[in-house]
């Protein structure tokens, strides 16, 4: 459904504030899409492997370790056709196997560096955004958010870091955001604040 933006998120538990503020950050975007958003199984759980071969943009990070099914991820990702964007942790140790991860995939794409979440978070917005404006006809976005989107990469892009707050690592998993804009509830009562009551 071109109403929904579909991301999925390589990252294992060593990136657990990293999965968190991603799950998080899209609802940033001056956007009216809806979001689903899938991240590395955790636990004894299956890679959703249908859902990251549809998906519109596949985010890989990289910590201090290669784990299941990170490489498993990136193989299905490619072989749909799919590049997804490498993202490598800096300023911390990595076991040998994260380093020859490093190495092998360094040949099919270049790795984007972050050191912290506020690094992190300028990267994503710019490739998420980035990626709505490169398909902003599926999508379809009025006149208004193409501008609104292309003003929001520009200023992020020159913006200096700003720390990142309420970040736990206790949240970072699958979930699905819908506006109010392009998805209207059915059977049920949108609920919102009257704004004449608001204090």
Partial sequence: ???????????????????ELLTRL????????GWQIKLSPIRDKQVDQSFLIVSDL??????????????????????????????????????MAAENFI??????????????????RIQALKYVGSAILDR????????????LLSQ???????????????????IGENSVILSRERFLPKNGVLIQKDKDNES
Avoid: C
């Fill in 1 to 19: 459904m071109v109403d929904i933006f579909k991301l999925y998120i390589s990252a294992s538990n060593d990136l657990l504030l990293e999965r």
């Fill in 26 to 33: 899209v609802t940033e975007l001056p956007v009216t899409l």
């Fill in 58 to 95: 596949h985010l890989l990070l990289l910590g201090m370790d290669i784990r299941a099914p990170i490489g498993f991820e990136w193989y299905v990702s490619t072989e749909a056709g799919k590049q997804p964007i490498l993202l490598r942790k800096t300023g911390i140790s990595r076991t």
């Fill in 103 to 120: 190495r092998t995939f360094s040949k099919y794409r270049s790795w984007a560096d972050f050191s912290n979440l506020a690094e992190l």
């Fill in 136 to 147: 902003s006809v599926y999508y379809k976005l009025n006149p208004q958010e193409y501008e």
């Fill in 152 to 170: 929001f990469i520009e200023e992020i892009t020159g913006q200096q870091e700003k720390p990142i707050q309420n970040i736990t690592g206790e």
